[in-house]
């Protein structure tokens, strides 16, 4: 079985512009978690999409959002970039809702100018 | 807020030693825990994981022991080698009124040839 693919792998923009990141969860996995993860706050919980609804929501503000398709893959968009949002975004699939192990992909690391 | 987090923020060991990287956490409620190994340039890894109603659980070469009175989560490696290098993550399922997984700073394991 595949793992969870993520595209694009790297990424530079500059501040004030908007990106959008694809997750493509494990084959029969209907939820997608997404994660920001820096060197200095560590690993942060974005949100959660299950059947097409988010499900859970970390506390990022609204410039972060999200959304998945009725084949569970998943894409999140970042608006207004700022600096401070450069880092390595991650997607976990699970099974199912709140599925306590989650598979993660290997992330697209966003640098923003 | 309710956290996770870790003892030691980085640990070296010989190859061949045994290394126990620790955890503590804050949410009592918490029924389900998981360690991660991320190594450079790939996402977290799922290695082990232990539910609330047991105290230790076993894998190859790897053991969790979880300690619900005083909150706290171990993840021992036997005979440590050198493709064990990596920042190793411990997280709880919490129950939120949100659920969601939430991790730990993590460690970072060197292992010393």
Known sequence: KAGVTQTPRYLIKTRGQQVTLSCSPISGHRSVSWYQQTPGQGLQFLFEYFSETQRNKGNFPGRFSGRQFSNSRSEMNVSTLELGDSALYLCASSFKLNGETQYFGPGTRLLVL | ?113
């Open chain 2, 1 to 113: 807020g309710e956290s996770v987090g870790l003892h030691l923020p980085t640990l070296s060991v010989q190859e061949g030693d045994n290394s126990i990287i620790n955890c503590a956490y804050s949410n009592s409620a918490s029924d389900y825990f998981i360690w991660y190994k991320q190594e450079s340039g790939k996402g977290p890894q799922f290695i082990i994981d232990i539910r609330s109603n047991m105290d230790k659980r076993q894998g190859q070469r790897v053991t969790v022991l979880l300690n619900k009175t005083v909150k706290h989560l171990s993840l021992q490696i036997a005979a440590t080698q050198p493709g064990d290098s990596a920042v190793y993550f411990c997280a709880e399922n919490a129950k939120t009124s949100y659920d969601k997984v939430i991790f730990g700073p993590g460690t970072s394991l060197s292992v010393i040839p």
